[in-house]
């Protein structure tokens, strides 16, 4: 027996028959069916979040969609997933499954210890809207994986902005930001590259860089250099330097993600 009864509006076990359901809504006058399915909105968000644990959660604002309930979920046996849900009229307007390519490290089967899921609100400036770094975090054994998916505003609605995550190491990084005059805004990301057996794990290396920006509403991949001078994983992001870009590692703005970064320092 379901029964929810606050501002005029009653369900019952027998109104929710699907052809009573039906019926019941037709009969309604406007306002009160608004307030009914914001009402059921809330209802199965509740339910949802009895199965998925929110680890995270912030109240971010957007310049089309306003104030947005922004929440990174992990669930066990299942992958972890970002929620955008409007304050105002509890609409989802997004929500969507982190995944790494291949469906192993973020996957099911990892559940000891299962992967974290955390995210940022980085402000370029006071004329773009927000974008949501999310980053998902393998534990692994002597390094970890990390796998960002970013999030932004385009025409009015949010979207996401890679369809596939992107992958670094501990020793690599993830900036989101103005990158040079030439380049604009746009994503830089970076990760070592291992000479073995010459190199040890973690020592200086020679870095991977590339380089996004955002065309049509997702971000596209423009530039891949690998550096010329080696560097220490702790400024690994000096990198960048060599194509332009002076940029930090973001993923040390989310705190649990912080935590696995210092194994190298």
């Not at 009160?32 to 339910?47: D, G, I, M």
């Not at 922004?70 to 997004?94: C, D, T, Y």
């Not at 890679?162 to 501990?170: K, W």
Request: aromatic share 10%; net charge positive; charged share 25%.
């Amino acid at each position: 027996m379901f029964n929810y009864e606050d501002k005029g509006c009653h369900f019952s076990n027998r109104v929710t028959e699907p052809k009573i359901f039906k019926m019941y809504l037709i009969s309604m006058s406007r306002p009160r069916l608004k307030s009914c399915v914001r009402l059921l909105t809330v209802a199965v968000l509740f339910v949802t979040s009895a199965t998925a644990k929110v680890v995270e959660t912030k109240v971010v604002h957007f310049p089309g969609s306003g104030r947005v309930i922004v929440q990174s979920r992990e669930v066990v046996g299942k992958f972890p997933e970002m929620v955008f849900i409007s304050e105002r009229s509890g609409k989802v307007l997004l929500r969507t499954l982190i995944m790494d390519k291949d469906g192993f490290y973020l996957g099911p089967q990892n559940i000891d210890p299962p992967p974290d899921l955390r995210f940022g609100v980085i402000y370029s400036d006071r004329k773009t809207a927000p974008v949501i770094m999310s980053v998902a975090l393998f534990h692994g054994g002597s390094d970890d994986a990390f796998f960002l998916t970013v999030f932004g505003e385009i025409a009015g609605r949010i979207v996401r902005l890679n369809a596939d995550s992107i992958f670094a190491n501990i020793q690599g990084g993830f900036f989101f930001g103005r990158l040079n005059k030439e380049l604009g805004f746009g994503l830089a990301t970076w990760n070592f590259v291992w000479d073995m057996p010459a190199e040890s794990h973690y020592e200086a290396h020679r870095y991977e860089m590339n380089i996004y920006r955002i065309r049509r509403g997702r971000l596209v991949k423009i530039l891949r250099r690998v550096s010329i001078r080696k560097y220490e994983g702790p400024k690994s992001c000096r990198s960048l330097r060599e194509i332009g870009i002076r940029a930090t590692d973001q993923r040390r703005l989310i705190p649990k993600i912080r935590n696995d970064l210092d194994v190298s320092d």
